[in-house]
């Protein structure tokens, strides 16, 4: 088992940042590769960003590259979400997700580990 929880959520106005951070515990942090999710209100739950297990690869949805960069720190159990130039819709609950599998995963159905989510609004 693997818990995790989101925080560092907010309102924001559009062009500013916000760091989201998930702080995982329960099992080796380093053997899970991580991912970001969000859900916008009658939408679903869409990717946002992934890393691996060592964190030397990335990846990104086309509607946040060059905006967003997802990190973490295995030896702080941590994973960071860095959104810069948040639009309106961006909007949404950002959830972090942990799997046990190895390299890039960005389908939902691949994590089976969730946390709660974070708000996030941006306003315009």
């Known amino acids: 088992q693997v818990q995790l929880v989101e925080s560092g959520g907010g309102l924001v106005q559009a062009g500013g940042s916000l760091r989201l951070s998930c702080a995982a515990s329960g099992r080796t942090f380093s053997n899970y590769r991580m991912g970001w999710f969000r859900q916008a209100p009658g939408k679903e739950r869409e990717f946002v960003a992934a890393i691996t297990r060592s964190g030397a690869s990335t990846y990104y949805a086309d509607v946040v590259k060059g905006r967003f960069t997802i990190s973490r720190d295995n030896a702080k159990n941590m994973v960071y979400l860095q959104m810069n130039n948040l639009k309106p819709d961006d909007t949404a609950v950002y959830y972090c997700?942990?799997?046990?599998?190895?390299?890039?995963?960005?389908?939902?159905?691949?994590?089976?580990?969730w946390g709660q989510g974070t708000q996030v609004t941006v306003s315009s």
């Open positions: 997700a942990a799997d046990d599998g190895v390299g890039i995963a960005i389908l939902s159905r691949q994590y089976v580990y």
